[in-house]
């Protein structure tokens, strides 16, 4: 277990921005946050990542004014925090949050200060506490069907991917980059 799956810390005053893509990676049984991002400018995407069992809040971003924030397709399973907690001035900041699917999390997005611009759409939310600060948009509050969880609830066992069948398929248009259609 460790204290945070991936941290981008707070670059020095001038410094130059940061940019980060993360796509189809697993980051699991933390004891903090999943992902923690702590201020500054530049861009951050993480797509197609799956945050399991997260002791805290399963993404964490504070002071980011001036952040281009993308979380697109991501599986949040079993946070004991927010799915994702968005702290400080995001007055500056631009959050796109799309096609998600959040199970078991203490609560699905939360806002301690100013909101950026733009409300989560076209999430799947399921078995999780309510929004706090940040309403949401054209969620869904069904089941994910995800393949299979375990019975004992280690998550390392379970298969996070969505069934055929799930209401997550076809959320949002394909997506060339990745070359995946669901």
């Known amino acids: 277990s460790h204290t945070v799956g991936l941290s981008l810390p707070e670059a020095p005053a001038g410094a130059a921005a940061v940019d980060l893509t993360l796509r189809r990676s697993e980051i699991a049984e933390t004891a903090g946050a999943g992902v923690e991002l702590r201020g500054g400018a530049g861009s951050v995407e993480l797509r197609g990542v799956v945050i399991a069992n997260a002791g805290a809040d399963a993404i964490d971003a504070d ?30 900041g631009v959050a796109s949050v799309r096609g998600n699917v959040l199970q078991g999390c203490g609560a699905s997005w939360r806002v301690s200060g100013i909101a950026p611009s733009a409300a989560p759409t076209n999430n799947i939310v399921f078995q999780t506490g309510p929004a706090d600060g940040w309403l949401p948009d054209g969620e869904l509050a069904q089941d994910p069907l995800l393949r299979a969880l375990s019975d004992d609830g280690d998550l390392r066992k379970a298969d996070l991917r969505l069934q055929c069948t799930s209401p997550g398929f076809d959320l949002l248009p394909p997506d060339p980059a990745t070359d995946d259609a669901d």
């Open 63 to 92: 002071r980011a004014d001036g952040l281009d924030l993308t979380l697109l397709q991501i599986t949040v399973v079993g946070a004991v925090g927010a799915a994702v907690h968005l702290r400080g001035d995001w007055g500056g």
